[in-house]
């Protein structure tokens, strides 16, 4: 069973840089979110889709964009990274239970 | 501003030692209130919560919740060294979910 599957695992990125975490699930979810995670401050929401067409803000959503073409797949795009993003980023997926599954994550450096 | 608010921050124990974490939360449109663990990796779940006073349980762990006083906790007996990880005590809103930052218990032998 893959379930919710990101990559890369590692990745390291200067300052300005652009990128993309992948993010897929293969559990039919109809939600799927974003996280990071910092020392100390547990997970905080980035971006969230009810649905594919469908995405919006959490509660850090600044420098990230996102977009849902398919149930599968919820990409997360740095346009111009910056120290502060330095972090690890998680995915996440649904169903109407509220019982999110998680990814292995994405350890980001941005020097 | 919607928070949840976890402590102890951290805690260490010895093995067979009973632990109570705790979460506290001031959020609007509640739905639920969920428990993680997590160890080196993503963090995987534990435990769902809806209703007050009804005690979800699974082997040593339990945990039970207070609609009322807008809390949970999340009970470990007997512990052991396999139970080291951070918890993350979570609530769901309409559309999204919230974070406390976690309370990492270390069990030592």
């Known amino acids: 069973n893959a379930g919710v599957t990101q990559t890369p695992k590692f990745q390291v990125l200067k300052t300005g840089q652009s990128m993309t975490l992948q993010c897929a699930q293969d559990?039919?979810?109809?939600?799927m979110s974003w996280y990071r995670q910092d020392p100390g401050m547990g997970l905080r929401l980035i971006h969230y889709?009810?649905?594919?067409?469908?995405?919006d803000q959490g509660e850090v959503p600044n420098g990230y964009n996102v977009s849902r073409s398919t149930t599968e797949d919820f990409p997360l795009r740095l346009l111009s990274a910056a120290p502060s993003q330095t972090s690890v980023y998680f995915c996440?997926?649904?169903?109407?239970?509220?019982?999110?599954?998680f990814g292995a994550g994405t350890r980001l450096s941005v020097l | 501003e919607d928070k949840v608010v976890q402590s102890p921050l951290s805690l260490v124990v010895h093995e067979g030692d009973t632990v109570t974490l705790n979460c506290s939360y001031e959020?609007?449109?509640?739905?639920?209130l969920l428990w993680y663990k997590q160890e080196k990796k993503a963090p995987t779940f534990l435990f769902m919560l809806?209703?007050?006073?009804i005690e979800k349980k699974s082997g040593r762990l339990s945990s039970i919740l207070d609609k009322k006083e807008l809390f949970s906790i999340l009970n470990i007996t007997a512990t052991q060294t396999g139970d080291s990880a951070v918890y993350l005590c979570?609530?769901?809103?309409?559309?999204?979910?919230?974070f406390g930052a976690g309370t990492r218990l270390t069990v030592k032998p």
């Open positions: 996440a997926s649904s169903t109407g239970s509220n019982i999110q599954y």
């Open positions: 959020v609007t449109n509640f739905r639920s």
């Open positions: 559990m039919n979810h109809e939600y």
């Open positions: 809806t209703s007050s006073g």
């Open positions: 889709s009810v649905g594919a067409g469908i995405t």
């Open positions: 979570a609530v769901v809103r309409n559309n999204d979910m919230r």
